[in-house]
């Protein structure tokens, strides 16, 4: 199995930017695809954007075309996410999560990822 350990996270004004980074171990990890989710106090988690094994394919939720980006290095089994111009609504816990697979395809689903790592807090101040 693959363990995954997110970092990055913090504290942003709004406008601001961060990069979060989802480093994983103990499988290949380019067999995998990675997406990223948030979780806001008394919401359910979400999808926000995932890219397949081989980067070659991604997707982004509307609310945050435009100001993120999700990238893979397989080299050093890291996938980053690099989010910009933040506002208080992009406030939530960041979990990665990765699904074994080697396609095109990209899961919105939490379910549909088996691996996950303990997430980290992206606070945005208005």
């Known amino acids: 199995q693959v363990q995954l350990v997110e970092s990055g996270g913090g504290l942003v004004q709004a406008g601001g930017s961060l990069r979060l980074s989802c480093t994983a171990s103990?499988?290949?990890?380019?067999?995998?695809?990675v997406g990223w989710f948030r979780q806001a106090p008394g919401k359910e988690r979400e999808f926000v954007c995932g890219?397949?094994?081989?980067?070659?394919?991604?997707y982004y939720v509307d609310s945050v075309k435009g100001r993120f980006t999700i990238s893979r290095d397989n080299a050093k089994e890291t996938v980053y996410l690099q989010m910009n111009s933040l506002n208080s609504e992009d406030t939530a816990v960041y979990y990665c999560?990765?699904?074994?697979?080697?396609?095109?395809?990209?899961?919105?689903?939490?379910?549909?990822?088996?691996?996950w790592g303990q997430g980290t807090q992206v606070t945005v101040s208005s």
């Open positions: 103990g499988r290949t990890f380019s067999s995998y695809a």
């Open positions: 999560g990765a699904a074994s697979r080697t396609d095109w395809y990209i899961g919105v689903r939490p379910h549909e990822y088996g691996y």
């Open positions: 890219t397949n094994w081989s980067g070659g394919n991604t």
